[in-house]
């Protein structure tokens, strides 16, 4: 072998890290430093969720008036002579259906039913009880039109003319105003 011999070139073995360019290297980083954040602040919120967890099971039992009466009535409501695998709606409304037949005036009844129509009670108690405490102006115009409703004799006292005069009211806005001519007009 002379000195004049070819050299052959035998490019020096490269790992990974050495083969990536700078913008690589940089987004490598950023990309492991993200999943390990992420992977922090899930098992924080693991951690919290476990203790949330802890502390509905410790022991704790809410024993206001309210939380008493609502577990009551879903106790009432349930029918625990039932298998609940047998008829799951039995076994959960069962006692209700059972306590609250079909009204005569009814075509269905359920719960939503039951409690609307106990609204309903509460407010005519509300607009026809002259000693119940009225706190707002809406409050206290929603009794006065309550009892104009109501007084039939007042209603048939007057007759049609109570509405003729709001007719004529409307009219004689409708017939001043410059856009209702625009539209009448536009109208074939």
């Given at each position: ?20 360019s700078?913008m ?23 951690v919290q ?49 059972k ?31 002259e ?12 009794r ?8 039939e004799t ?35």
């Amino acid at each position: 072998m002379n000195g004049n011999q070819d050299r052959i070139f035998v490019p020096k073995k490269r790992n990974f890290w050495q083969r990536r360019s700078k913008m690589e290297k940089i987004l490598l980083v950023a990309t492991v430093l993200l999943l390990l954040l992420g992977i922090f602040l899930f098992t924080i919120s693991m951690v919290q969720i476990h203790k949330t967890g802890m502390k509905a099971d410790s022991g704790e039992i809410c024993l206001t008036s309210t939380c008493v009466t609502v577990a009551a009535n879903i106790i009432n409501f349930m029918d625990q002579s039932a298998d609940p695998c047998e008829d799951i709606y039995q076994y959960a409304c069962g006692g209700w259906m059972k306590f609250n037949p079909l009204p005569t005036h009814k075509s269905e009844w359920n719960r939503h039913a039951e409690l609307t129509e106990i609204n309903y009670n509460i407010l005519k108690y509300v607009l026809e009880d002259e000693n119940f405490p009225l706190k707002s102006e809406a409050e206290r115009k929603a009794r006065t039109l309550y009892k104009s409703c109501m007084n039939e004799t007042r209603i048939e006292e007057l007759g049609l003319q109570p509405l003729i005069d709001l007719l004529n009211k409307v009219s004689s806005i409708l017939r001043t105003n410059k856009f209702y001519h625009e539209i009448y007009r536009a109208v074939p």
